[in-house]
């Protein structure tokens, strides 16, 4: 019996990236919390790492939208 590893679906590589993206700025944002001595719970971080990565996917798929629309190609 043979083991092959196949490739992620898109939709599944998609969600682990914005899962990876969301952890990173969590902690980002928690550590910045720590150093800055301000308060930084970590539910209050993974939240507004939720809000920022959301409004960043928005974007994101707003400007290739528009370069879509202009005629010029935007890479993936």
């Given at each position: 019996?043979?083991?092959?590893?196949?490739?992620?679906?898109?939709?599944?590589?998609?969600?682990?990236?914005?899962?990876?993206?969301?952890?990173?700025?969590?902690?980002?944002?928690?550590?910045?919390?720590?150093?800055?001595?301000?308060p930084s719970s970590l539910?209050a971080c993974a939240?507004?790492?939720?809000?920022?990565?959301?409004?960043?996917?928005?974007?994101?798929?707003?400007?290739?939208?528009?370069?879509?629309?202009?005629?010029?190609?935007?890479?993936?």
């Amino acid at each position: 019996m043979s083991w092959q590893r196949t490739a992620p679906s898109p939709a599944r590589r998609t969600v682990l990236s914005l899962l990876v993206w969301w952890a990173g700025f969590t902690a980002a944002l928690w550590l910045l919390g720590l150093l800055l001595d301000g308060p930084s719970s970590l539910v209050a971080c993974a939240a507004s790492a939720a809000l920022l990565l959301a409004l960043g996917e928005v974007a994101h798929l707003l400007n290739r939208r528009f370069a879509r629309g202009r005629g010029r190609s935007t890479p993936r």
